[in-house]
């Protein structure tokens, strides 16, 4: 059974950072691409960041870019997302999603391309 469990969220002021971890378990991390995604109430979720299976390729979405950091630990089965100068847009419930890929560089980056998901984690960036 797979496994996806996210950690890390909380309550922050506006420029505070946050890292996000999601562990992974019952797949082989190494052969997995990693993505979060954050969603709102009443709104779609939405693409944040994703890695490839190897770390070569990473991908963000235009509102976090230079701004979050995507990153994975493939020895402890763990993918991170170092959050920077935080904003209130940013909070959301974050999700975390893994799925096989095949390719060492790809990066899915929509919900249906991805096949297991974590319970999400509240971010909350108040002004």
């Known amino acids: 059974q797979v496994q996806v469990v996210e950690s890390g969220g909380g309550l922050v002021q506006t420029g505070d950072s946050l890292r996000l971890s999601c562990a992974v378990s019952g797949r082989t991390f190494s052969t997995c691409a990693m993505g979060w995604f954050r969603q709102v109430p009443g709104r779609e979720r939405e693409f944040v960041a994703g890695?490839?299976?190897?770390?070569?390729?990473?991908y963000y979405a235009d509102s976090v870019k230079g701004r979050f950091t995507i990153s994975r630990d493939n020895a402890n089965n763990t993918v991170y997302l170092q959050m920077n100068n935080l904003k209130p847009d940013d909070t959301a419930v974050y999700y975390c999603?893994?799925?096989?890929?095949?390719?060492?560089?790809?990066?899915?980056?929509?919900?249906?391309?991805?096949?297991?998901w974590g319970q999400g984690t509240q971010v909350t960036v108040f002004s």
């Open positions: 890695i490839s299976r190897s770390g070569g390729s990473t």
């Open positions: 999603a893994a799925v096989d890929t095949r390719s060492y560089l790809y990066v899915p980056r929509s919900t249906n391309q991805y096949a297991y």
